[in-house]
């Protein structure tokens, strides 16, 4: 267990804020907790995301090693978050899917992309000592 | 409140599995979780940091857009980190200070380099609103 | 997640006190912590609803733009007090109903009316991130 | 204590949605949860606050019968939200005060009054049991 | 919700300290605290239940005005109690039961006579509203 | 600790129905959750208690056997009671004091007797093992 | 319920630190909090288990009077825990198996032996009473 | 953050059982969960310690590799615990101290020898993190 009080921090790349509050607040459900000139502030499933305005956009994003996310305690939490993608057809960088099976790391995964091309992981796994 | 079941979780390139291990575990106070040949999986302050082996490691890191840490709820549990990093003489990318006095969005924050150069920022605010 | 130590305060109007009481305690199910001469206060599902005595009720309440409140995180708390609207028979606005089919958003939702016409509204949300 | 998992949730009239972004995110901090073309829909210091677009609006506000706020366990988070009310000028209905001193109902409140004429009342009580 | 670090404290009678501690710590599955010449004092269900040693038995014990107990907030705790309660033939004043049928009040539970001729109920409500 | 969703369960005699609700709710601040003809139930501290009408009321009562009330676990909380003992005149059966004092059983405590003479009694020990 | 913030501390023997660090945290997945020069400390799921370096090794393990492990409050988190020693083939110092059936006792457990020959327990109780 | 739900579990050897539930209950304050003809077992700070009865009792204990204890969060836990034990008058097998100072892994730490020889090591560290 984590402590409830604290937030995870992170900071990330962004090309456009509109596109970027379009994408996490009005699609994937974040909220917007701060707007300024150059970055918004998120309350990204309990922790911080901040979007920075640059032109530090990675052209040809790949999976390693660069991505962040989510890992579900719950695997229903994690279904819902699936549903959500496909319904609201958020671009997937790698479809629903089952890795390392029948190994304890065994887990259920999938990854989308933004704007501005960070990718975005959201991961539940078997066993719960696998999360970190 | 977040939800202390989950967990957040980030991938960031490593160009030596050793030393993120020593400046990670030995030094800062995470916890190693797993090791494989080609990543290190921490328990980061209750979140899940994995190390990736990689050699597209950042040579000129700037503070913007990209790093990552811990907004602490209270202010001595920053204030212990603070007294970690100095006196295991962890290498700041900047120093402790305080920022936007007077502002509702004060808060005091130091930032640590990692031997691949990756950027870590603690925070604590005077005003929990501002955590997001 | 919401802070369990701090109560959210709502303050209504009320025709009549002994009324109020009887369908917010009696009825509904909240609890009376406080009685006064020109209002009660209620533990109304963990905070805090206050009934002022006035003439400025409502003679025609609509949905919007104001109702209050409760939205459960799991589906039986609904279910349950939907049973306990039923039983007891208390005054519909709107009976108990799915919205949204198919959306994101989809929820079930039911309305009822007390005595000086507030109207109150309990969801449930298949997607937790739309609790908000 | 209230359970963490569920969330109050209160609809009030709003006059322009700009406007009221502008009150509680941007100036009060809360957090934008969704947005749609009739409504935003608020986390509001955990539980849920909608806005509801429409023209009616209470001309003459008055304390009494219709208010809706925060009560907190803690002193520092209430003495908090009045200096971000004072730094970021937000209208005072009511100056921070000391009401029913020596009382055991003794508490500290101040009201705002939002774009909209909503009035949003903000308590500490010196005994908790007084907060229901 | 109850506050998890506060307790209940309840001081009833007792003919004989061993034949309370054999009841209560060593068929009931309560835990015991202290032990002192004149009462034993127990961890019972979490809060405290105190056994003073006295000749003031009630000869002829009814189920009102005078019992305690506890109500649990889900079945299957109620469920292995009963298993308890039969499987080490622990003395029923009455028999497992459901009471109410029908009504939102409804409700199981059974009660158990201790040798001192003190009465304990156990008790699960279908609404939880119910528990108070 | 004990577990927050269940409920300790005490009932009590009691000779008058409004004298007990004036006594439990107006002046000692627990809650009324339901009123019967023959007994009012009670959200008190968290946990019930539930005032049954009857003639078997104790006479002469005495400090033991028979007695119930609160340990808190942080001395505020206690400190608080007191205060509203004496600004609301509750009648003390035994005034505020330390007892045990050097010992490790070492607490505060005071006394109230209700309209129908039951005894309550608050208490805080110094040492947290000691509140079972 | 025991305190989330404390941690129960156990040191035990190990003769070599690396096969502890192998049998611990890469196939038990418990995590490396420490590495000194004569021991390893653990994140042991969630409590502190320390291996100190020494030639004291216990030559002939039984499993009275010595073992040490974990109780689970639900039974998939014992199932997984199976699962994992299985497929990792850890070596079980006793199989999987039901011990007690039909009493109050009964519950689930399994035997593992470190490098070390310290013996580890896992259980499961179908009565929460019985895991103290 | 440990799970609160379940219980670390430890046995240990003991000599005799009267003499074990001596120290451990009416002296440290420990709570008797069972006690059956070969064994005691215990709610020791929350979690459980079993003494079996044995005659294998370690006949010179040293600090390592063998003890066992509790690591506090809170500084005033470990303090009470050192008026308790010096009230008493328990065995110390170390008197209280502090090691390591100025250093991250700086604690105050005590150890107490049980009748059976066992020691007990109770803790607490300035930092955190070094809990683990």
Chains 1, 2, 3, 4, 5, 6, 7, 8 share one sequence.
């Not at 992170?10 to 150059?38: H, M, N, S, W």
């Not at 390392?100 to 991961?123: Q, V, Y």
């Amino acid at each position: 267990m984590r402590e409830p009080d604290n937030v995870f921090h992170l900071a990330i790349p962004c090309r456009d804020l509109d596109e970027a509050q379009e994408f996490y607040v009005t699609r994937l459900g974040a909220k917007l907790a701060r707007r300024y000139a150059d970055r918004i502030t998120l309350d990204f499933f309990g922790d911080q995301v901040v979007c920075h305005l640059t032109d530090k956009i990675d052209p040809r994003p790949e999976m390693y090693p660069r991505h962040f996310g989510v890992t579900f305690r719950h695997k229903d939490d994690w279904d819902r978050l699936v549903r959500l993608a496909q319904a609201r057809e958020l671009e997937f960088f790698q479809e629903p899917m089952r890795r390392f099976e029948g190994l304890i790391e065994e887990h259920w995964t999938f990854m989308l992309i933004d704007p501005s091309n960070n990718l975005l992981e959201f991961k539940y796994y078997l066993d719960p000592r696998m999360m970190y």
